[in-house]
């Protein structure tokens, strides 16, 4: 049983440490693909952020926030697959708060080519989220195993 939950952590980890180990190989100086993408997704965000709560959003370097990307993926993988709860609280930090800006579905109609892959790629990202919330609540559940000695019972005359 050990051995297939194992396997499953591995598994389920990989789509984010592949994922991050690409990112952090074609990251060069401008931050690479991931950054080219990215950019008009963050600034479409923060205007419609800045416009909602009328304050001026800092400007963030995209190149920077694809940085985080990687390590959050990277470090909450690697923490997950070893059954760490830190790794997926991590990895549904990095769906929380990356999947609504990157899979931008709801600026497009439904009629729009771009509105059913962003939908699918976020409903996608949805179900991983699911099941993080799954592995925490059952690593929540489970009783730690405690090491006391118990007491000798009395032997009857």
């Known amino acids: 049983m050990g051995f297939f939950s194992f396997l499953g952590r591995v598994l389920f980890a990989s789509l984010f440490i592949l994922s991050a180990w690409q990112m952090f190989n074609d990251f060069g100086v401008d931050g690479g693909p991931a950054a080219t993408e990215l950019a008009p997704k963050l600034h479409l965000a923060k205007s419609h952020l800045s416009s909602r709560l009328g304050v001026?959003?800092?400007s963030v370097e995209v190149k920077q926030v694809v940085a985080a990307i990687v390590a959050l993926k990277g470090v909450g993988g690697l923490l997950f697959v070893i059954g760490n709860i830190f790794g997926a609280y991590l990895l549904a930090f990095y769906l929380v708060v990356v999947s609504p800006i990157l899979y931008d579905f709801y600026n497009y109609g439904p009629e729009e080519r771009h509105f059913?892959?962003?939908?699918?790629e976020f409903l996608?990202?949805?179900?991983?989220?699911?099941?993080l919330l799954f592995f925490i609540g059952?690593?929540?559940?489970?009783p730690?195993?405690?090491n006391l000695k118990r007491t000798p019972k009395p032997?009857?005359?």
């Open 124 to 131: 996608q990202s949805v179900a991983l989220f699911g099941a």
């Open 144 to 146: 730690t195993k405690r």
């Open 116 to 120: 059913s892959p962003l939908l699918t």
């Open 138 to 142: 059952m690593k929540n559940s489970t």
């Open 155 to 157: 032997k009857a005359a």
């Open 56 to 58: 001026t959003l800092p």
